[in-house]
């Protein structure tokens, strides 16, 4: 299935704005209705690594007062677009008065007048072609998303990115959402799909006040596949079709268009042995890929996404490159969320690596070239031209999931930076620059490879589990608190695990069980008892999908979740 695109149709020109600045994402805020938790991922996860490791971080956070601004806008939008998670059926009067609040947060600024316009106003200032982007996408985009009928239970992942102190860029995943899908066979019909959708929130200020100015959505299928077409197959080499990218119209391709086949044989030539394929498996499926690269003979950068991804879904992590060489990992050295890169080291080397030589300044619409592989067997070449160059260089190129990791080579085929997860639509993907690649190749050639730590992934993932998912302070729950809850719905006879973590804060009891029995039955199942245990008591269902529910009555709220092999159960006194 290809990934659904939900958006308005917008001159190209208005929007350029939207796809040449680099793009930073800050701390992850997870909200669960009105319970805002946030998650210092950095502080807890990194914790684990020897500090020796660390490399020097521009700080790129937004301040907090306007995370939180952000945060409330975004939640708010989502609200005023989508209407209330816990109404089934609303009224008509509520409606309309949602869509009036929610055209209220629409960008609309003063236009210049101009006398010699027909309009009299001045169609070629930026504040007229942001009205009437703001005009078309605002109001248009209500309408699509009620014409599709969504439906979601609880608000999910806000992601934000400060473009410069007007402009910020936000994003809400919600999980799980009911939509309507015109049916490709007959298009008279839709059918109801389950997916996650994610809507992109472009704020402008106005008068000291973050304003809509543009929005789309995208659900969470495949990244349609732009590498197709008449490829040509050269040895192992795949050259991709260049993308046809409608930046065009914006940018100087002439750069790009200048490399020749020979020059993407010998930059594949010369570093066909140095790009790895990542793959993390639960029992024989595969979960989550990733592309990475050799540093030094023992070396691997990859993303830090695909490490956390990993954390949460696999059990091994599985490395080969496409001449048929498989590498044993050794364990992760350590990571930075910030640029998005993690260090794998690995226990038999390569003497093949990339090179740190002398370049040129880049400048924007410099050529680029992507050398990749989605599934471990062959090497795939794309290229394009850079589009920013701020913090994360941003370049002409929509990369596959699979992707992330890849080297960025110069038209020289010299490494500048490695693509990463921070991608925010379909024309553009973003880069971490070689400086902190490179930075981690100098701290670590001074160390000997052997006195190099590495955790091991396993090890890395337990720390995982009790650190980063563990938000209290209180490890021993209160004996008359435990009697309390245990009592009230017979959870201590009910789940047959073992129950490795418990807490209490705040009238919250949060209880994880590993599942050690069997990693074939799928850690849910051992909840099944339970939960018909409590709908026997009068617990209505809120919500319910694979690997989550929520029951309640008017006592307790309890939370019951699957993390890999965890059980976790969380019961609230409301």
């Known amino acids: 299935m ?4 939900i958006k308005i149709a917008i001159p190209l020109l208005l929007i350029t704005t939207l796809g040449t600045s680099s793009l930073a994402i800050t701390k992850k805020i997870i909200i669960n209705n009105e319970t805002l938790s946030f998650v210092n991922k950095e502080e807890k996860l990194s914790s684990n690594f020897d500090n020796r490791y660390d490399i020097s971080n521009t700080d790129n956070n937004i301040d907090n007062q306007l995370d939180q601004t952000i945060t409330d806008l975004t939640k708010k939008t989502t609200y005023l677009l989508l209407g209330d998670p816990n109404i089934q059926n609303e009224s008509s009067e509520n409606y309309y008065k949602r869509h009036k609040d929610y055209l209220e947060l629409r960008y609309n600024p003063e236009i210049p007048k101009d006398d010699n316009s027909l309009l009299g106003l001045d169609e070629n200032s930026q504040e007229y072609k942001d009205d009437i982007l703001s005009g078309i996408s605002v109001p248009g985009m209500f309408l699509k998303l009620n014409e599709l009928e969504i439906k979601y239970n609880s608000y999910g992942e806000i992601r934000m990115a400060k473009i410069d102190d007007d402009n910020i860029i936000s994003l809400i995943t919600l999980s799980n959402v009911k939509m309507k899908e015109q049916d490709t066979n007959n298009p008279m019909n839709y059918n109801i799909i389950q997916t996650d959708l994610t809507i992109y929130y472009y704020f402008k200020k106005l008068n000291n006040e973050y304003k809509l100015l543009y929005l789309y959505g995208e659900t969470n299928d495949d990244i349609q596949e732009y590498i197709n077409g008449n490829a040509e197959n050269i040895g192992n080499l795949t050259q991709s079709q260049d993308y046809n990218s409608k930046l065009r119209d914006v940018y100087d391709f002439s750069k790009a268009d200048e490399i020749t086949d020979e020059t993407l044989n010998k930059i594949y030539n010369e570093n066909k042995s140095k790009v790895v394929f990542l793959n993390s498996t639960y029992n024989i ?13 023992g070396l691997i950068i990859t993303t830090y996404n695909y490490i956390e991804e990993s954390l949460m879904k696999a059990q091994n992590i599985t490395i080969n490159d496409s001449l048929g060489n498989v590498y044993e990992l050794d364990g992760i050295v350590t990571i930075n969320i910030e640029n998005d890169i993690a260090l794998l080291k690995i226990k038999n080397k390569n003497p093949n690596y990339v090179g740190f030589e002398d370049i040129n300044e880049l400048k924007k619409e410099d050529a680029v ?3 990749n592989t989605k599934t471990g067997v062959g090497l795939n070449t794309s290229k394009g031209i850079i589009t920013s160059l701020d913090k994360n260089m941003q370049i002409s190129l929509p990369i596959s999931k699979e992707a992330q990791g890849s080297p960025l080579f110069n038209s020289d085929g010299k490494i500048i930076g490695m693509i990463n997860s921070k991608v925010l639509n379909r024309s553009v993907s973003c880069a971490t620059k070689r400086d902190a690649i490179k930075e981690y190749y100098s701290k670590l050639s001074e160390i000997n490879y052997d ?6 992934f396993e090890e890395l993932k337990e720390n995982y589990y009790i650190k980063y998912n563990d938000e209290t302070t209180i490890t021993n729950i209160p004996e008359d608190k435990w009697k309390e809850y245990s009592n009230a719905e017979n959870i201590d006879e009910m789940i047959d695990l073992k129950l490795v973590k418990s807490s209490y804060k705040d009238g919250i009891i949060s209880l994880r069980y590993k599942n050690d029995i069997n990693h074939y039955i799928d850690t849910m199942q051992f909840a099944t008892k339970y939960i018909e245990n ?29 993390e890999f092999d965890y059980l976790i159960i969380i019961m609230v006194r409301l």
């Open 369 to 371: 070239i992507t050398l």
């Open 451 to 456: 006195e190099i730590k590495a955790i091991p």
């Open 2 to 5: 290809k990934k659904k695109i």
């Open 285 to 297: 499926g595969t979960v989550t890929s990733a592309n990475g690269f050799f540093i030094n003979e």
């Open 534 to 562: 409590l709908k026997n008591k009068g617990y209505k269902e809120k919500y319910i999908s694979d690997s989550k529910g929520i029951y309640e009555n008017d006592k307790y709220q309890i939370i019951i979740m699957k």
